[in-house]
């Protein structure tokens, strides 16, 4: 079992729109997120900002620049009204083995889908994930696998660092299977819907996102 401290690998933070996102993370934190790139065929782009050694927050959000996606954008941003804290992702290698693992404990997280996107410095990234849970948010993390690409940490802006990261839900011992099942822990407290909150550090101080 692995801590969500040594899994982690981004937050992922849902907007309705990722320039006015942006702003207000940067009004609160002090620290502006760097723009990351588009998503081809899924409507969304992002932005990104460093939560410490090999770790990030996402700023996600529908792309107005491309045409609607075939299918619902992910982490429910069509139907999303405020920012919020909608997903995380834990870091693995070989990813096709700890999905099996994890149906072999008794929870399926989903097919294994290959992405990419170029940075704005023309980099091509490239990663495989799973579609994670279907609720959003959820306290349970999707995988990622980033392969031989430059992880997204590198070269985003610094000066915040994530001190803790804590689920809630109605049913959390359910949670809590899950995560077993995905080798991870993470702290999961009751509460009236499903909810990721995290505590960040940064240059204005003390900043709650969830």
């Known amino acids: 079992m692995s801590s969500w401290r040594e899994a982690l690998d981004h937050l992922v933070y849902g907007l309705p729109d990722l320039e006015s996102g942006v702003e207000d993370l940067a009004r609160r934190t002090g620290v502006r997120p760097a723009a990351g790139g588009v998503h081809p065929g899924r409507g969304t782009h992002n932005a990104l900002l460093s939560l410490g050694p ?83 948010p959820s306290p349970v993390p999707f995988l990622i696998d980033w392969g031989s690409s430059p992880h997204p940490s590198q070269g985003a802006p610094t000066g915040v660092r994530l001190l803790e990261l804590r689920g809630q839900h109605p049913d959390p011992e359910s949670v809590r299977r899950l995560l077993l099942a995905l080798e991870v822990e993470l702290p999961i407290d009751p509460g009236p819907e499903p909810a990721l909150i995290a505590a960040l550090e940064t240059p204005r101080g003390p900043v709650r996102l969830r």
């Open 54 to 136: 090999g770790s990030y927050l996402e700023l996600i959000a529908p792309d107005p620049l491309q045409p609607a996606p075939p299918r619902p954008r992910r982490f429910g941003l069509d139907g999303l009204e405020r920012p919020r804290l909608v997903a995380w992702a834990i870091r693995v290698q070989d990813i096709e083995r700890r999905v099996r693992r994890a149906r072999e404990r008794g929870y399926d997280p989903g097919p294994v889908e290959t992405m990419g996107r170029d940075r704005p410095d023309g980099v091509r990234l490239r990663w495989r994930l799973t579609s994670g849970p279907a609720e959003s």
